[in-house]
């Protein structure tokens, strides 16, 4: 039994719902920032993070900032690439483009190629647009949160190292990483950003990342200083080093709880096997997509091999409002997220099921979501065709 | 009695010691960024920092950001002030020095004025700089952290109007609000910048701020493009100014626990007037300086009128070294900080006296700390002279 207050189930795509024993290690008692109780457990969970991304190479460089997910973008943008450098943007939504916003804010010159609505670029494409001009960094969102939409990071990055070898593979991984697979150093990855309130299932309000030695030898080498102060990793890595050989260290104030939380939430996380986590994920949101279908809607990530595992993107019939179903749902005790992809916004919901809705058997929050989802749309009229 | 489990006093200036209800809502159950609970909240907590900053223009602007307090240096530097107009900085200690660097960093040309250590520039030299060049700002910190000196705003903000009326006065308040007099409309400020942990009483985590409609004006007739994404007033305007008005709104996912505790520090501290709040801090203040020269010790700050209330930098007897006493205290349960400042830093310690240990009647903390720092300075072999 939970020991929260009863309370509308969360189920957006971020932030999530979230264990008991994290939400209580988001109130431990104060502790000095440069304590050596809280800074066992900083360095902890700066450790925890090489095996969540699955890297085992000393030179990989984590990072955990006080901030949104979006501070990630501002990390890579001022520090890997230079004004004046070329960026390859690989966008499936919303949060591609930002990404390519915040790298223009930087200087950086960007090359954009947008995937169709509920689809994504293609080797054949990024491969002829890499042999045209040389990318300091090629950007992918793993998962895009406004569609739903997976890009394959396995066979993206085995192609960037194929036709253009010195480019610098970032995964903005906010709606995937600790949801979907991603093996770090076996798939040479360079830098995945991600939040600690979706699948790591602890509140807003970190920034999480992990670079390779060869992203951080790029970054030693850049001829400009690091365009942020905040987002400076000149002024972060000696930090993040400290910590993890337990050593205080200062430059911003930490937040010993959120970084507590964080700690329980990668302990849960990394007491079974990975494999077993994201196999989990995957046949909940197979359950999830076939179910929806039954139901005769479609999804917007439109290939079987497109859709993310850990949310699910749905068209609603055409006589069903967002602002009609939203409320039902939440009438039912169950929280959707409405569109934000700009051609689609009014026309699509989203369904978040990542972490304990998905891995605590005891929770029935998916069973629960999906009746909601059904007797919602028949008292806004709906009937399957 | 607290429902907190036994636990070293934390006594250093910040983060502070924090009250059971601020932390029982650092776990408040997972709800949407933009569900109606949240954005109701968010946008409360936003209006009631108005009150702590006594502003009530309606054209004054306060954001508060998922980051540590060094967000704010980033805020004004991107947005304040663009790449070769003119900073001038007043330091009083490290974190002076560390704004100037923030400000450097986005292009800012800066001219510094160190004060000599443990005292401020005054107000004729400060005069003749502005005289004799052009500033877009005016930056000064309120209480350094690393010195426990104070500067004195009113006086410093009517000597600029009148030396250098154009000129914005930004005020590094991360050691002040909430413990200090800050009148944000009467003594004209066009900025403070501030942190969730110090005496506002809620943990690490957000950046919290306050700009003059003169500052947002500054900001909106700007040429180029603000210097950072994650820090772009052009991002978090709009998402402030909607939640304030109760309606969600989206640019990076906020903390709905860090703003849930502040919402509930923020109406403890305004449920009494701020001026015995204030006074309060002043007079335990005034008995720990009492209490430390009877010891027969000096303060870092020399004057009187430069002394900061919530926080005393102590140094300490030639006899005994910060690595024997802190521990000394530690074992009697007593947390205070080293010294950061550069050229003092192991002669001195820091003792913080804020929020909660100095307004809570039932909390024993301050006694507590005068007594470990006695018998501890004893069991040091230090006899006063």
Not at 39 to 49: D, I, K, R
Not at 331 to 355: D, E, L, N, Q, T
Request: aromatic share 8%; net charge neutral; with cysteine.
């Amino acid at each position: 039994m939970s020991s929260q207050p009863e309370h509308p189930t969360l189920l957006i795509p971020g932030p999530i719902e979230f264990d008991d024993a994290v939400l209580q290690s988001m109130s431990h008692y104060s502790e000095s920032h440069v304590g050596p109780g809280f800074v066992a457990t900083f360095g902890e969970t700066l450790s925890m993070l090489r095996q969540l991304f699955q890297t085992t190479d000393p030179a990989s460089q984590p990072f955990i900032i006080s901030g949104s997910g979006t501070l990630g973008w501002d990390l890579v943008s001022a520090n890997l690439i230079e004004p004046g450098e070329n960026a390859l943007v690989l966008s499936t939504g919303y949060f591609g483009d930002g990404f390519a916003d915040c790298l223009t804010t930087y200087g950086a010159s960007v090359t954009k190629i947008d995937g169709p609505v509920g689809g994504r670029p293609q080797l054949p494409e990024i491969e002829k647009a890499l042999s045209q001009k040389k990318y300091k960094v090629l950007t992918v969102t793993h998962v895009d949160t406004s569609t739903g939409v997976l890009s394959e990071l396995k066979d993206l990055a085995a192609t960037v190292k194929k036709a253009s070898p010195d480019t610098l593979v970032i995964v903005d991984g906010v709606c995937s990483v600790a949801c979907e697979e991603i093996a770090f150093d076996a798939w040479g990855l360079d830098g995945v950003v991600t939040a600690s309130q979706k699948a790591i299932g602890c509140p807003a309000g970190l920034s999480i990342s992990m670079f390779s030695g060869r992203a951080m030898e790029a970054f030693k080498n850049r001829k400009a200083p690091p365009a942020s102060y905040f987002a400076s990793m000149k002024n972060w890595t000696p930090i993040m080093q400290n910590y993890e050989a337990k050593k205080p260290s200062y430059f911003a104030t930490p937040s010993p709880q959120l970084v507590r939380a964080l700690n329980t939430a990668l302990k849960q996380i990394l007491s079974r096997p990975l494999s077993e986590r994201f196999q989990r994920h995957a046949e909940v949101s197979d359950r999830i997509k076939r179910a929806v279908r039954d139901l005769g809607l479609e999804l917007v990530a439109t290939k079987p091999e497109d859709q993310a595992h850990a949310m699910t993107a749905i068209y609603l019939p055409e006589t069903v409002k967002t602002t009609d179903i939203l409320p039902k749902l939440s009438g039912k005790g169950v929280v959707f997220a409405g569109g934000i992809h700009k051609a689609i916004a009014p026309k699509y919901i989203r369904f978040g099921h990542m972490g304990v809705s998905v891995t605590d058997p005891a929770r029935k929050d998916i069973d629960k979501a999906l009746e909601a989802l059904r007797t919602g749309l028949a008292e806004c009229g709906y009937q399957k065709a």
